[in-house]
């Protein structure tokens, strides 16, 4: 039995991540503020019932993590997925944001030199910013507005890396860097502004689709049990792959193909002939967001190599049961 940390317990991932480590024997500490997740939602009430799951209200930009009484064994692995990842909430809180991704950030791998633990830290595919190049790979140094409207979530993850980088070869933490592309599934607030949360919870309640810009954006999917699988592999890792590595979903998408198979998943086959994607009463077009990538996809050549890991869960399956999932929370 270990005992782990997730830092953004209550979030999407961090939940997830969670439930898997109780379900091998673990025990788990969650750390989470609310900032961007609900105190009230079925997963987190679900993960409390668990004997051995404690949770301790906290925002890791204060840096004070005192470990719950009942917790009986030292931290060994820390997963950092606490930081705002919806666009709507991190550009409303900015400064907050930015202070997770370098204090908040910083306070963890303080914690991780004291007691010698692994951590595992959430990066991002936006280091990349909007790319001129496809896929992206590691080595891809990125093309990223530092002043814009999502510079605090963009540059402050890149800082986030810096600060990671610095802290394994100054102070010898084993810190480790999941760069994670869009991922959907369970879990997923549906008003959290990403784009598969949009339509389905939008086609669930007969609304028109929002589309930004042309609809003609790339975008790859990865389903979030295949992501949880990635990351508890970086983990698990024997030494540190000295690397930061991708994780995603390989298979590419436009917006406008996202929006017909979930338009088809809701409300059957027969609604695009007769109505068409284009049709005013299905979509509504809106401006492209300033510095919306137009592309993004992983090369997952380093996580098939290293981590012997690869999505099994393909797009039409994990819209199936992310359609589920939300029609029983909506």
């Given at each position: ?17 969670v439930r ?8 788990v500490?969650g ?77 963890v ?26 896929p ?8 990223v ?7 605090c ?10 600060l990671c ?16 592309f ?27 689709l ?7 954006q ?27 590595i991708?994780?995603?979903?390989p ?6 193909n ?16 007769r ?11 809106r ?36 359609i589920?999932?939300?029609k029983?929370?909506?």
């Amino acid at each position: 039995m270990k005992t782990v940390m997730v830092t953004g317990a209550a979030g999407f991932l961090g939940s997830h991540l969670v439930r898997h480590h109780l379900n091998v024997g673990d025990e788990v500490w969650g750390i989470d503020d609310f900032t961007s997740s609900d105190p009230n939602s079925k997963h987190l009430s679900a993960l409390h019932e668990h004997p051995q799951f404690m949770f301790t209200e906290q925002n890791i930009i204060e840096g004070k993590f005192m470990p719950p009484r009942r917790l009986t064994g030292d931290v060994s692995l820390v997963y950092n997925m606490a930081c705002p990842a919806s666009p709507p909430i991190y550009q409303d809180m900015p400064v907050h944001t930015l202070l997770t991704c370098t204090q908040g950030v910083a306070n963890v791998l303080e914690y991780a030199s004291r007691h010698g633990a692994v951590v595992v830290h959430a990066s991002t595919s936006e280091v990349y910013g909007d790319p001129d190049v496809s896929p992206q790979r590691e080595t891809y140094r990125g093309n990223v507005n530092s002043y814009g409207p999502r510079s605090c979530y963009d540059e402050g993850k890149r800082a986030a890396e810096a600060l990671c980088y610095d802290y394994h070869k100054m102070h010898d933490v084993d810190v480790r860097l999941v760069r994670i592309f869009n991922t959907y599934g369970p879990h997923m607030d549906s008003h959290d502004g990403r784009v598969v949360s949009n339509f389905v919870r939008q086609a669930i309640q007969h609304e028109k689709l929002t589309i930004y810009g042309d609809g003609m954006q790339g975008r790859s999917f990865c389903y979030v049990d295949d992501l949880v699988r990635g990351i508890v592999a970086m983990g698990e890792l024997k030494s540190n792959p000295r690397t930061p590595i991708n994780l995603g979903n390989p298979n590419e998408f436009t917006v406008l193909n996202l929006a017909e198979m979930v338009l088809k998943r809701i409300y059957g086959d027969s609604i695009l002939p007769r109505f068409g994607i284009s049709d005013p009463n299905m979509v509504e077009n809106r401006l492209l967001p300033i510095d919306d990538p137009t592309q993004r996809c992983p090369d997952i050549s380093l996580a098939r190599t290293i981590l012997n890991w690869e999505p099994k869960i393909q797009l039409a399956e994990g819209l199936e049961k992310t359609i589920e999932y939300f029609k029983s929370v909506l």
